[in-house]
């Protein structure tokens, strides 16, 4: 933990980044999002169990990038995220360099190719509790699954924080927003609901990095990181690719082998 | 006694292939049963799996999606992409419990118009088996008291 | 509010015979937005069509939905007059009430059910029709030609001598294909080479007309008029430039012993070689799979003794692009080989050959000099037995279909024999003699009754050998299919033909459709039957189905008039069936927000950045823009787009929403 506060420290003062986006203390143990410009307050910035949230949402919120260049603590999703982003030409390596902390060590990743490097490294994130859940729901039967995405979704108040959440719901306008035509009903009912988050999941296939960060998000505890982690694994399962892994494009649902395998065409 | 149940089949297709295809069946006058409504596309690639959530949510009790065999794609691989797109959305779909009976995909050519009767009737016979598609319908009413 | 008209066709009793058309009309005046709807006999005749557009006028209609026939029929004819009466054409759409509908469905209450919501489809997604404006683009006033047997030259010919160059493409050494092997043509039994060849000549002598011989297409990129081809020029080993074609090289060549293609097999060739005394081009070829030199490394004795040192080793296939406006494919067929007869000994009874061998037999110019002689001894036949059919209209060989052109020409071999050989006795064994056409059947019976040709109806079930002569068992069906045997010296087999073994291939990289058997499909049976669903790809000759010489001639020449009447245009109209990135005032400006997924799902390559900026030059936002020239419109894109940025003209997300909130 110090040494990330020494070296968020340094690379402000330096003027190498002119924000850090680290966690800060919240409510009780909870840990938020702290923004850091002054050197002096790096102190303030934590790194531990608690700190899960994917910050590399920020990196995309244009109040964020007029302070400048961004250093980010990242955790290995985070990692995964820049990538994507880079990719997507959302994000250049000039404006950001990443503060990786893996197995409890800082390491200061200042290119998009040091970055890949550290990702190649890390295992495929699905932490061992959503294993679990898609592995309960995979062992149910279909009008099982349906029963209990019903009472879940019907939960849902569209309040989009796990859109929010997303560091790859980046999209000015989402789907849900457009009206001509009316994809997504804009009330919140099972069925509509089923829509948006059948839909967002799709949307993050093969570029979910799977932190889960949407659903932390959720106000009313519906686990949809299910939804989109289940779609990112069924990418890799298929077409061998995932999401975050590399600068360049590699967007499995935009590309195609001749002879992708499957046996439900007649 | 009720009217035997008919079922609302939607059919999204490809011009170049599935199309002129089920073109083909007419011109060969090649019977089949008449529950199903076509969407002509372009090309599979301008399947939006929106598109196919909508015919269900909007009452369809199955749906037929259709275009060129690999490699003959009018547009050269339209259907390649399409074929991911599937390929995911199939599986998702049954991750959220949706019954991948009544949705099948096929390639149908324009040379296939005997194919093309035969697949028809074969969903159109089983879902009728499998009767109205009644429970995302039934998802509307789902928490409203 | 909408004002839509609906129009339904009767098409004689071929939609009013199932579907209660007048139901239909009624019911789509009570579909919201409709204020006029009546049924009428034919829609696409000339009173039809009037009938549309006064009432386009009348009734100031700003959208048509015709519900007749299949739109890929009639969907220009009902845009024009929808033009013609002052409205946008893309605000027509049609419903397909026949081959979807009246067609394939029993008559009664679910058909005409179903017809009123074909109706109900097409008038939502009318209403959200938008005016387009057609897309101009240049067109690449030259044709590609691939194939250059009779079709091939006489599709070439003619557009070049309408004054539009050609690149005509060959894969063999030389052009002329199957026809320059023929030894006499039907019904008029001249020589199939004295005909030919100075089309060959003429061909090679054009000024308009590039000759690229032992080349093949490797892709083909574009569209109509804008088409890019890569060929691969595959190396002769010869310089062509210098060489005079004197025919040192074959004289000296040490391989002598390669079966010879182009006599089918019944004399040999060296390694180095021209295919034919007439070909065109008259230059060797090496054959690298053969040639001593490539094989151990030593010998070049051709390039010792060549007089203009043609040859080159070394040289290397070369692949060029080019700019091609419009392709004809013309690219023949092939027969079914005598190996795939188990019960005519598998190929392995040397005497029992196929029709090309016997044309090269009869030819003046074949390894016999036109004297009939068996391949096992040598020998004349004293009894000669022709099987038609051989595989065609055999379901178990695969081949349902008629080969058509095996009915004339086995009552042309079997004439040609009797000329040759008089006292020989020829014997057909056919299912039906098919000899329709231009004094066709004369010439058959002229084969029975003057020149003495024995016809027997029936199947030959086996031929085997026996004591050096072939026995051909068979049925008479005409006499109680009673039981044949007859002793044979020679039997020839009627072979079917069949598509190109790399149809299929071609095909796709052309993207072409084509029917079960390979055979390339024409855009319409009877009434486009040149065109190929690509448009700017046209057919000639057997490539598309067994075809006889006048027929391959004719349609060749049909395939050249639609190239230079697409050639004529100064530049090419296209439909705006394309796909469209969203531009929206400042500061969104679209919402695109630039991730680009879109560029690698395009199969065009149409996809391109659009980079905003403000007056100082500051770039504000990267966006996708579509080139509209090379979008065709799949709309894959569309659906890859997270924001709904991109739409498709025409098939529309607003359209097909529409469509679908209807079902």
């Given amino acids: 933990m110090e040494a990330l506060q020494t070296k968020a420290k340094e690379l402000l003062a330096a003027g190498t980044v002119q924000v850090a986006i680290g966690y800060g203390k919240g409510t009780g143990n909870a840990r938020r999002p702290l923004f850091v410009t002054k050197p002096e307050r790096a102190a303030d910035l934590i790194v531990d169990a608690a700190c899960t949230q994917n910050l590399a949402t920020y990196l995309t919120k244009h109040e964020v990038r007029v302070m400048g260049r961004m250093a980010v603590v990242a955790v290995p999703s985070t990692l995964r995220s820049i990538l994507q982003l880079a990719a997507e030409k959302q994000i250049r390596e000039e ?42 729901l995979s ?44 994809w997504i009903p804009v009330a919140s009912h099972a069925v509509g609901n089923l829509e948006y988050h059948v839909m967002r999941a799709m949307h993050l296939a093969g570029r979910c990095v799977e932190c889960g960060t949407c659903g932390k998000a959720c106000p009313v505890g519906i686990p949809v990181h299910l ?11 298929q077409f061998g690719q995932r999401g975050g892994a590399s600068a360049k494009l590699d967007y499995a649902m935009s590309t195609f082998k001749p002879d992708d395998k499957e046996e439900f065409i007649r | ?86 390929m995911v959305f199939r599986d998702l779909l049954e991750f959220v419990g949706i019954d991948l009976e009544r949705i099948i995909f096929s390639w149908v050519s324009a040379a296939e118009g005997a194919k093309w009767a035969d697949l028809v009737n074969e969903v159109t016979s089983k879902v009728r088996a499998l009767g109205p598609y009644r429970e995302l319908r039934q998802l509307a009413a789902v928490g409203i008291d | 509010m909408a004002r839509v008209g609906v129009f339904v066709c009767h098409c004689g009793e071929n939609i009013a015979g199932t579907v209660d058309v007048a139901a239909v009309a009624k019911a789509a005046l009570d579909m919201p937005g409709v204020v006029h709807a009546v049924d009428y006999k034919y829609m696409c005749s000339d009173p039809g ?98 194939g250059g047997g009779i079709a091939g030259i006489q599709a070439a010919l003619d557009i070049a001598n309408s004054g539009n160059p050609v690149l005509l493409v060959e894969k063999s050494p030389s052009i002329g294909g199957h026809m320059s092997q023929l030894s006499e043509t039907f019904p008029t039994l001249d020589c199939s080479q004295c005909i030919l060849t100075p089309r060959m000549v003429e061909v090679a002598r054009h000024p308009l007309i590039t000759l690229y011989t032992y080349s093949e297409l490797e892709k083909l990129d574009g569209f109509i008029g804008n088409f890019k081809a890569t060929i691969r020029r595959k190396a002769r080993k010869i310089d062509e430039k210098l060489c005079n074609g004197c025919g040192v090289c074959q004289q000296k060549c040490p391989v002598k012993k390669i079966p010879d293609e182009f006599n089918e097999g019944l004399s040999f060739r060296p390694a180095i070689y021209v295919p034919f005394p007439q070909a065109v081009p008259n230059k060797p070829v090496i054959d690298v799979k053969n040639c001593t030199y490539y094989k151990t490394g030593k010998c070049k004795a051709c ?87 051989a595989g065609s209209r055999d379901r178990l060989k695969g081949v349902p279909y ?96 069949q598509a190109q073994n790399d149809a299929e291939e071609l095909a796709q990289k052309l993207h072409v459709s084509y029917d079960p058997y390979k055979f390339f499909a024409e855009a319409h049976p009877k009434l486009r039957p040149v065109e190929t669903n690509t448009a700017g790809v046209f057919l000639a000759g057997a490539c598309q189905a067994p075809r006889d010489i006048p027929e391959t001639v004719a349609q060749a020449s049909g395939a050249a008039v639609k190239v230079a009447g697409l050639f004529s245009q100064p530049t090419l109209t296209r439909e705006p069936i394309i796909a469209v990135v969203d531009r929206q005032p400042p500061p969104v400006f679209s919402s695109c ?19 905003i900026k403000n007056r100082n030059g500051d770039v504000l936002k990267v966006v996708a823009k579509v080139n509209p020239g090379l979008c065709q419109g799949c709309g894959t894109c569309v659906s890859t787009c997270r924001t709904k940025a991109i739409d498709l003209e025409g098939f529309s997300n607003e359209q097909v929403f529409a469509e679908l909130m209807c079902i």
């Fill in chain 1, 95 to 136: 404006q950001v360099l990443a503060l990786a902390v893996i197995d409890g060590q800082v390491r200061e990743l200042a290119t998009f190719e040091a970055i890949e490097e550290a990702v190649a490294t890390i295992p495929d994130a699905m932490s061992e509790a959503d294993r679990n859940m898609i592995d309960k």
């Fill in chain 1, 139 to 182: 062992a149910m039967s279909v009008p099982e699954r349906r029963a209990f995405w019903a009472d879940e979704l019907v939960r849902c108040v569209k309040c989009y924080a796990c859109r929010a959440s997303c560091p790859m719901c980046y999209c000015e306008r989402c789907t849900t927003d457009v009206n001509r035509p009316q």
């Fill in chain 1, 227 to 237: 939804l989109t982690i289940y779609a990112e694994d069924s990418v890799r399962r």
């Fill in chain 2, 1 to 86: 006694m009720a009217e035997p149940f008919e079922p609302k089949i939607t059919a999204f297709v490809c011009n170049w292939c599935t199309y002129a295809g089920a073109d083909l069946t007419g011109t060969s006058r090649i019977k089949y049963q008449p529950n199903v409504r076509v969407i002509r596309l372009p090309c599979t690639g301008r399947i939006d799996f929106m598109m196919v959530l909508k015919a269900f949510t909007r009452g369809s009790d199955g749906v037929i999606i259709s275009g060129c065999h690999p490699n003959d794609c009018h547009y050269t691989s339209g259907n390649y992409h399409a074929r991911r797109r599937w």
């Fill in chain 3, 49 to 146: 069509q009037t009938l549309l557009k006064d009432a386009i006028k009348e009734k100031k209609l700003d959208g048509v939905v015709v519900a007749a026939c299949s739109p890929r029929m009639h969907e220009p004819t009902f845009r024009r007059a929808a033009e013609e009466a002052g409205i946008n054409p893309f605000l027509c759409e049609m419903a397909n009430l026949r081959e979807h509908c009246s067609w394939v469905h029993d008559k009664g209450a679910a058909t005409t059910e179903k017809a009123i919501d074909l109706v109900r489809l097409q008038v939502e997604k009318v209403k959200r029709d938008r005016p387009l404006q057609p897309i101009r683009v240049p067109i690449t006033k030259k044709a590609l030609v691939l």
């Fill in chain 3, 303 to 389: 390039e010792k003794l060549c007089p203009t040192k043609a040859i080159r080793f070394d040289q290397e296939d070369i692949v060029e692009v080019h700019d091609v406006g419009a392709v004809v494919l013309a690219t023949g067929f092939k027969t079914m080989p005598v190996g795939n007869f188990s019960e005519y000994g598998y190929g392995k009874l040397k005497d029992v050959i196929d029709g090309m061998k016997f044309e090269r037999l009869a030819s003046a110019s074949g390894p016999t000099g036109g004297a009939i002689r068996r391949p096992s001894d040598g020998k004349e036949p004293q009894h000669v037995v022709f099987i038609a059919c």
């Fill in chain 3, 402 to 497: 008629c080969s058509k052109v095996c009915c004339m020409y086995t009552a042309k071999h079997a004439m040609l024999y009797r000329h040759k050989v008089h006292g020989g006795q020829a014997t057909v064994f056919y299912m039906d003699i098919r000899s329709a056409g231009k004094n066709y059947d004369e010439f058959v019976r002229r084969a029975i009754e003057e020149d003495g040709v024995k016809y027997v109806r029936g199947r030959v079930s086996r031929v085997y050998e026996e004591d050096g002569q072939l026995v051909v068992k068979g049925a008479d069906t005409l006499l109680g299919a009673e039981p044949v045997e007859i002793r044979a010296d020679m039997v020839v087999l009627a072979t079917a033909v």
């Fill in chain 3, 593 to 611: 927000v630039g991730c680009f997924l879109c560029k690698s799902a395009c199969p065009y390559q149409a996809i391109e950045e659009e980079v």
